[in-house]
T-cell receptor
Framework: GQNIDQPTEMTATEGAIVQINCTYQTSGFNGLFWYQQHAGEAPTFLSYNVLDGLEEKGRFSSFLSRSKGYSYLLLKELQMKDSASYLCAVTDSNYQLIWGAGTKLIIKP | DVKVTQSSRYLVKRTGEKVFLECVQDMDHENMFWYRQDPGLGLRLIYFSYDVKMKEKGDIPEGYSVSREKKERFSLILESASTNQTSMYLC?????????????FGEGSRLTVL
């Protein structure tokens, strides 16, 4: 079957760095997405990786290793507003999106 | 500002009632999707539509139907609501041909079935 694993919850301190991991087993691969979802709000797009390596976008970076079936989202200089759930999703060989359950990130002052 | 709008943020219905969830997007997107989101589970696809009048079953279509009469509007219908359909329902849209493009989501409709 197809599976996406990410930690259920993580806690970090304001101003620090946090890495949220995502591992996947899917039938084929056509890219990996990260979305941010604040409580009670719509998920919003953060990043898309289809090739191996690191993509940097301001305080957020996303890394992909296709051979390992692994990605991470790196958040630097954490702010209180980064408290949210982070959703990992993979596009399989049929271009269907497979979603992880999400990682709830709690930022403490 | 591009937008996906879901008609109701919160609904409370009784078992057996018919429920309509409406979704409208203003981005001229061909593809529209209905997901449900439950704690501890990833988003699960109920139905999607590639274009007007077209619909395809997703992973969990049982107990649901959809309607896409106009390009901007995609409705989810629960013919006879049951308590196990208590959930957050998310509508999303995407440009045709952008299968690796981002989805734009509505803010969700939280349905409680008593």
């Amino acid at each position: 079957g197809q599976n996406i694993d990410q930690p259920t919850e993580m806690t970090a301190t304001e101003g620090a760095i946090v890495q949220i991991n995502c591992t996947y087993q899917t039938s084929g691969f056509n890219g990996l997405f990260w979305y941010q979802q604040h409580a009670g709000e719509a998920p919003t797009f953060l990043s898309y990786n289809v090739l191996d390596g690191l993509e940097e976008k301001g305080r957020f970076s996303s890394f992909l290793s296709r051979s390992k079936g692994y990605s991470y989202l790196l958040l630097k200089e954490l702010q209180m507003k980064d408290s949210a759930s982070y959703l990992c999703a993979v596009t399989d060989s049929n271009y269907q999106l497979i979603w992880g359950a999400g990682t709830k990130l709690i930022i403490k002052p | 500002d591009v937008k996906v709008t879901q008609s109701s943020r919160y609904l409370v219905k009784r078992t057996g009632e018919k429920v309509f969830l409406e979704c409208v997007q203003d981005m001229d997107h061909e593809n529209m999707f209905w997901y449900r989101q439950d704690p501890g589970l990833g988003l699960r696809l109920i139905y999607f539509s590639y274009d007007v009048k077209m619909k395809e079953k997703g992973d969990i279509p049982e107990g649901y139907s959809v309607s896409r009469e106009k390009k901007e509007r995609f409705s989810l219908i629960l013919e006879s609501a049951s308590t196990n359909q208590t959930s957050m329902y998310l509508c999303a849209s995407r440009k045709q041909g952008w299968e690796t493009g981002e989805l734009f989501f509505g803010e969700g409709s939280r349905l409680t079935v008593l």
